[in-house]
């Protein structure tokens, strides 16, 4: 298999386990709703495995993510805007995995929140925000076309929809976790298409 092969497999790896993550703990947690409750708040303090889900859920995810970015800095993104938006997006595993040892309170509530709360909050939105401005960066290195504008303004858009609870906050989250993965997914593949153009 190929450096960009094993690149893709690892952000394969870390989404499906973010789902088995999510539904697992979704299963254990009481009348829990995917479409409503944040994902946060199946590690949040109180809940139903919480621990277990931060570490062996939510950490894990990102750490599988973290090979990737070690193969593209080393062998895939050599050109400066390349490797500055890679730097930016690994602000995503890294920030989403320190939320992950600060849970919220449980059901993440707004009232009086705790340390623990702001920082988890905190890291979350931050590393939404690297995450899109990263890969926003990385589509304008790799592509010629400005065609990242759009994916960045829609997954923007679902990241400030965020700080208002509605009865789609979960999908909405769940959307937004998808659309990163599936960009950085797209640009790894157009990067392998890339390489081989060069090689032949």
């Not at 497999?9 to 979704?26: C, E, H, N, P």
């Not at 939510?58 to 938006?85: D, K, N, T």
């Not at 009232?111 to 890291?123: F, G, N, V």
Request: hydrophobic fraction near 55%; proline fraction near 4%.
């Amino acid at each position: 298999m190929s450096k960009t092969g094993f690149a893709i497999s690892f952000v394969a790896l870390s989404y499906l386990w973010l789902v088995a993550a999510v539904a697992i703990g979704g299963a254990t947690y009481p009348d829990y709703s995917h479409s409503s409750q944040f994902m946060s708040e199946l590690g949040a303090t109180g809940a139903p495995f919480g621990a277990a889900v931060n570490l062996w859920g939510f950490a894990m995810v990102e750490l599988l993510l973290l090979p990737c970015l070690v193969i593209c800095f080393s062998h895939l993104m050599r050109c400066r805007a390349e490797r500055f938006g890679l730097a930016i997006f690994a602000g995503y595993p890294i920030l989403i995995a320190v939320a992950a040892f600060f849970p919220c309170d449980f059901e993440c509530s707004a009232a009086d929140p705790t340390q623990s709360q702001l920082i988890h909050m905190a890291a979350s939105f931050f590393a939404y925000f690297c995450a899109v401005v990263g890969l926003s960066i990385l589509s304008g290195a790799v592509y010629e076309r400005p065609f990242w504008i759009l994916p960045c303004l829609i997954l923007m858009a679902m990241l400030f929809s965020l700080s208002i609870e509605t009865a789609f906050s979960g999908l909405m989250q769940r959307a937004l976790e998808t659309g990163i993965y599936l960009w950085f997914f797209v640009i790894l593949m157009r990067t392998r298409h890339h390489k081989k153009e060069q090689a032949a």
